[in-house]
């Protein structure tokens, strides 16, 4: 395991999980957000992020974190050697955009990029959660199988498998 992707529907863990595998394995974790969004909250021109883009998937190692546009991801997904999504039930997805809502009234979601709203991006999370059943397919799936031959590919779909998952490279049976 030394490039990872960790993908799935907003709200899902992703980031969580992608934390706390980079804090239990040492490779350097890269939200997608951070390079797809300007400090202001607007997207980079297509261009820069190309570039960061580029230059992320060219490193030894890394774990990345989040969908960004499709064609970006299948470059991520064919320059990774483990796939890992996040696909808990929808009724979780909500929840936990809605709480990061909450939450951000006390603290800044931690690893939120730097002058995003927190509202417009809940928002959004519950717009693409709505759109999600038709994004998210079997058929996508497949697609995401068997481009992803002979690489780990792990499809996560419950709290507790995502706290099994990362348990296997900590010994500090860390929780999420």
């Not at 890992?84 to 909450?102: E, N």
């Not at 995401?144 to 590919?153: A, F, L």
């Not at 990362?166 to 860390?174: A, C, I, L, R, W």
Request: a positive charge; aromatic letters at 12%.
């Amino acid at each position: 395991m030394n490039r990872v992707v960790v993908f799935g529907k907003p709200g899902g863990g992703k980031s969580t999980l992608s934390k706390k595998l980079s804090a239990a394995t040492g490779i350097k974790l890269c939200a997608l957000d951070l390079i797809e969004y300007k400090q202001n909250g607007e997207r980079v021109p297509p261009e820069e992020f190309s570039k960061k883009h580029t230059d992320l998937i060219g490193a030894d190692s890394w774990i990345i974190d989040g969908l960004g546009k499709l064609e970006s991801f299948w470059s991520r997904v064919d320059a990774a050697d483990t796939l890992i999504y996040v696909d808990l039930p929808y009724y979780v997805s909500y929840w936990w955009v809605t709480k990061r809502l909450l939450k951000s009234f006390i603290v800044k979601p931690e690893g939120w990029p730097e002058g995003c709203s927190v509202l417009k991006g809940t928002l959004a999370g519950w717009k693409y959660l709505r759109l999600s059943p038709g994004f998210w397919t079997s058929e996508l799936f497949e697609e995401i199988q068997s481009r992803g031959e002979g690489k780990d590919i792990y499809r996560i779909k419950s709290v507790k498998e995502i706290n099994n998952f990362v348990k296997q490279f900590s010994g500090t049976g860390v929780r999420i």
